[in-house]
């Protein structure tokens, strides 16, 4: 964070100079309005005769100082802002490149909302945090002891009132800024709470409506809601009883000065305007005293918000990166070693001693129960998460040490859960591979059977897909989707579940034009269906995290009691062989 403010630290820098000036201006001005009075009106010094040259000639100075005190104020707003932008700005990208190299674990542990909330909020807070500083901070600090240097100069008794209830100042301070930074810890977090379920609550509203759990959400979301309200008023009320205090203060610090100064006066060692300008200085410096109650306010909003940054700065990836990079096409060979794997805070094993092989251009399916591990174990080869034991290798290549970019370049993954993106149809395609031409896209689009549904789309290949592809169905989805990943042409395709919205003839032309285009690849399907599974070289049963069986469509037919139970209870409905 220090590198950053360093590169606009000039701004900064420049910036507090400049209130540094307004502040002088505005400490001058007092002296300047005593001078009017005593020797302009009152005529101290020159036997009770004022002067009213002296006067216009003072009063033009005044105009002048708060001419140049305000040109300043407004030229310290501007550096300040061009810093504190800038920096957040850059802060803001900074933290996007960390969380686009976060491991999934480390997602998982984060959460989407907390994370939007620490890139939009706290980072805003900071931005307000350090325009504050310089500008507040700097202010406050320079005109306290501005305010309290002339009092002495004024009188010496003045300075004394003032500095022996400093510390009483200063205790208060502590005390309230003690009880406000855990509150708005707090806040950010319920903040975070608030996010997330909105998140949930805005991009779930079908199911929410579909299922009737309108009331049970709203609840939900009132119970984050008040808890954030009740931190507020907390914050809140501790500020109540701040100005009072402060206030109360200023008062006795008041009288004692008047009391003080109209005995001098009557004693003739003080003149009526020093009393005028002493009281002016203690009203700016107990106003500077507010302000830094106010200040630090901002100091503990931006110190939450500064932690909860730095969380994801000094956050490292879990995910190691490789460096092999093979000078030779892959052939996609895949190996599983005992390959042990548990989510993170799961206790139980989710995959468990799995091994097996699959050799170059080879088509396995895997075939099992909803959570039997299917996902998780394609998941793996992609290094979406890394093995608990065990290893898997790549053509012989343990995947932790190939480079992350080229080892995903080199498999192409359709995943269960189908992610469009809101641009056209042919841009999702190109998804898998951005520097495709049009006829490539088409070709791929072809393969996925989806370029029949696509012309049909009022702009064909150029449709913009709605947020998260609501303009299309589950089958139409899935289909580009696939397109996305025969785009990329690799030598390891795996396709999780995904054309399981497809019907029997659709999904069988696309094996059958997908064996065609990309013939030496390997290939492993995840299916439900044993339409889906039948044509494959190899069938692998997981069954609770393990292989259960593995054998081709007859084998299996013939010698294993789960597949022909998945078997007999699908012959009903669709014809199979
Ligand atoms: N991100 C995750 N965090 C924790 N547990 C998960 C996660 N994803 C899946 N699981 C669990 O792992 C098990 C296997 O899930 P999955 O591989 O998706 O099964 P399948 O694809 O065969 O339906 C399930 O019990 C599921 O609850
Ligand atoms: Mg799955």
Same mark, same amino acid.
């Given at each position: 964070m220090w590198k950053l403010v360093k590169q606009y630290l000039h701004f900064a820098l420049f910036g507090a100079l400049l209130m540094v000036g307004e502040v002088l201006m505005d400490l001058i001005q007092p002296g300047i309005m005593r001078r009017i009075v005593d020797d302009g009106v009152l005529g101290v010094n020159a036997g009770g005769t004022g002067d009213l040259r002296l006067v216009i000639n003072y009063g033009i100075l005044m105009i002048f100082l708060v001419i140049v005190g305000g040109l300043c104020g407004s030229f310290n707003n501007v550096f300040v802002n061009l810093a504190s932008h800038n920096i957040c700005n850059n802060l803001r990208k900074i933290c996007y490149r960390k969380i686009m190299r976060f491991s999934f674990p480390q997602l998982d542990a984060m959460g989407t909302g907390p994370l939007i909330t620490r890139m939009t909020s706290d980072i805003n807070q900071i931005q307000m945090f350090i325009s504050m500083m310089v500008r507040g901070m700097v202010r406050t600090l320079f005109m306290t002891v501005g305010s309290i240097y002339f009092m002495f100069r004024l009188d010496v008794q003045f300075g004394l009132i003032v500095l022996a209830a400093f510390p009483l100042v200063a205790g208060i301070l502590g005390f309230f800024l003690m009880k406000l930074t855990p509150r708005f810890m707090l806040m950010q977090a319920q903040l975070d709470r608030i996010n997330s379920l909105l998140q949930e609550n805005i991009s779930g509203i079908r199911i929410i409506k579909a299922c009737v759990r309108e009331m049970y959400m709203k609840i939900r979301f009132g119970e984050a809601n008040a808890a954030i309200v009740a931190t507020q008023l907390a914050i809140m009320t501790l500020f109540a009883f701040i100005d009072p205090v402060v206030n109360i203060m200023m008062a006795v610090l008041v009288s004692v000065v008047l009391l003080i100064g109209s005995a001098d006066?009557?004693?003739?060692?003080?003149?009526?305007?020093? &009393? !005028?300008?002493? +009281?002016? =200085?203690? /009203?700016?410096?107990?106003?500077?005293?507010? !302000? !830094?109650? !106010?200040?630090?306010?901002?100091? *503990?909003?931006?110190?939450? *918000?500064?932690? %909860? &940054?730095?969380? +994801?700065?000094?956050?490292?990836s879990t995910l190691k990166n490789g460096s092999y990079v093979p000078s030779r096409p892959l052939e996609g060979r895949i190996q599983f070693e005992k390959v042990c794997f548990s989510y993170p805070g799961d206790e139980t094993d989710t995959l468990k001693d799995i091994d097996l092989t699959i050799n170059p251009?080879?088509?396995?399916?895997? &075939?099992?129960?909803?959570?039997?591990?299917?996902? /998780?174990l394609t998941g793996l080869i992609d290094r979406f998460y890394d093995v608990g034991s065990g290893r898997i290798l790549l053509d012989g290549t343990d995947l932790r040490d190939y480079q992350l970019e080229y080892l995903r370049g080199q498999i192409a993954y359709t995943r269960q859960k189908t992610e469009l993106f809101s641009v056209s149809i042919a841009d999702n395609i190109r998804w898998g591979r951005p520097d495709a031409s049009m006829d490539e896209v088409r070709q791929a689009a072809q393969i996925a059977q989806a370029d029949g549904f696509i012309s049909e789309q009022p702009d064909g290949y150029e449709t913009v897909v709605a947020e998260k592809g609501k303009s299309l169905s589950g089958g139409q989805k899935q289909r580009l989707a696939i397109a996305r990943t025969v785009i990329k042409n690799a030598p390891v395709m795996i396709f999780d579940d995904s054309s399981s919205a497809l019907d029997l003839t659709t999904e069988s032309r696309f094996y059958q034009a997908l064996g065609k285009y990309n013939p030496g690849s390997t290939r492993i399907i995840v299916a439900q269906r044993i *339409?889906?599974?039948?044509?494959?070289? %190899? +069938?692998?049963?997981?069954?609770?995290?393990? +292989?259960?069986?593995?054998?081709?469509? %007859?084998?299996?037919?013939?010698?294993?009691?789960?597949?022909?139970?998945? =078997?007999?209870?699908?012959i009903g409905d669709e014809k199979i062989l």
């Amino acid at each position: 964070m220090w590198k950053l403010v360093k590169q606009y630290l000039h701004f900064a820098l420049f910036g507090a100079l400049l209130m540094v000036g307004e502040v002088l201006m505005d400490l001058i001005q007092p002296g300047i309005m005593r001078r009017i009075v005593d020797d302009g009106v009152l005529g101290v010094n020159a036997g009770g005769t004022g002067d009213l040259r002296l006067v216009i000639n003072y009063g033009i100075l005044m105009i002048f100082l708060v001419i140049v005190g305000g040109l300043c104020g407004s030229f310290n707003n501007v550096f300040v802002n061009l810093a504190s932008h800038n920096i957040c700005n850059n802060l803001r990208k900074i933290c996007y490149r960390k969380i686009m190299r976060f491991s999934f674990p480390q997602l998982d542990a984060m959460g989407t909302g907390p994370l939007i909330t620490r890139m939009t909020s706290d980072i805003n807070q900071i931005q307000m945090f350090i325009s504050m500083m310089v500008r507040g901070m700097v202010r406050t600090l320079f005109m306290t002891v501005g305010s309290i240097y002339f009092m002495f100069r004024l009188d010496v008794q003045f300075g004394l009132i003032v500095l022996a209830a400093f510390p009483l100042v200063a205790g208060i301070l502590g005390f309230f800024l003690m009880k406000l930074t855990p509150r708005f810890m707090l806040m950010q977090a319920q903040l975070d709470r608030i996010n997330s379920l909105l998140q949930e609550n805005i991009s779930g509203i079908r199911i929410i409506k579909a299922c009737v759990r309108e009331m049970y959400m709203k609840i939900r979301f009132g119970e984050a809601n008040a808890a954030i309200v009740a931190t507020q008023l907390a914050i809140m009320t501790l500020f109540a009883f701040i100005d009072p205090v402060v206030n109360i203060m200023m008062a006795v610090l008041v009288s004692v000065v008047l009391l003080i100064g109209s005995a001098d006066v009557a004693a003739g060692t003080a003149s009526p305007g020093a &009393i !005028m300008a002493g +009281i002016t =200085y203690l /009203t700016q410096l107990l106003h500077s005293i507010l !302000m !830094m109650i !106010m200040l630090f306010q901002g100091i *503990s909003r931006g110190r939450a *918000s500064i932690i %909860r &940054i730095r969380d +994801i700065l000094s956050c490292r990836s879990t995910l190691k990166n490789g460096s092999y990079v093979p000078s030779r096409p892959l052939e996609g060979r895949i190996q599983f070693e005992k390959v042990c794997f548990s989510y993170p805070g799961d206790e139980t094993d989710t995959l468990k001693d799995i091994d097996l092989t699959i050799n170059p251009g080879e088509t396995v399916a895997i &075939i099992g129960s909803t959570g039997s591990g299917k996902s /998780t174990l394609t998941g793996l080869i992609d290094r979406f998460y890394d093995v608990g034991s065990g290893r898997i290798l790549l053509d012989g290549t343990d995947l932790r040490d190939y480079q992350l970019e080229y080892l995903r370049g080199q498999i192409a993954y359709t995943r269960q859960k189908t992610e469009l993106f809101s641009v056209s149809i042919a841009d999702n395609i190109r998804w898998g591979r951005p520097d495709a031409s049009m006829d490539e896209v088409r070709q791929a689009a072809q393969i996925a059977q989806a370029d029949g549904f696509i012309s049909e789309q009022p702009d064909g290949y150029e449709t913009v897909v709605a947020e998260k592809g609501k303009s299309l169905s589950g089958g139409q989805k899935q289909r580009l989707a696939i397109a996305r990943t025969v785009i990329k042409n690799a030598p390891v395709m795996i396709f999780d579940d995904s054309s399981s919205a497809l019907d029997l003839t659709t999904e069988s032309r696309f094996y059958q034009a997908l064996g065609k285009y990309n013939p030496g690849s390997t290939r492993i399907i995840v299916a439900q269906r044993i *339409s889906s599974v039948a044509n494959a070289d %190899r +069938i692998f049963i997981l069954d609770h995290g393990r +292989i259960a069986a593995e054998g081709t469509h %007859r084998d299996l037919l013939e010698n294993c009691e789960i597949y022909q139970d998945i =078997y007999r209870s699908q012959i009903g409905d669709e014809k199979i062989l």
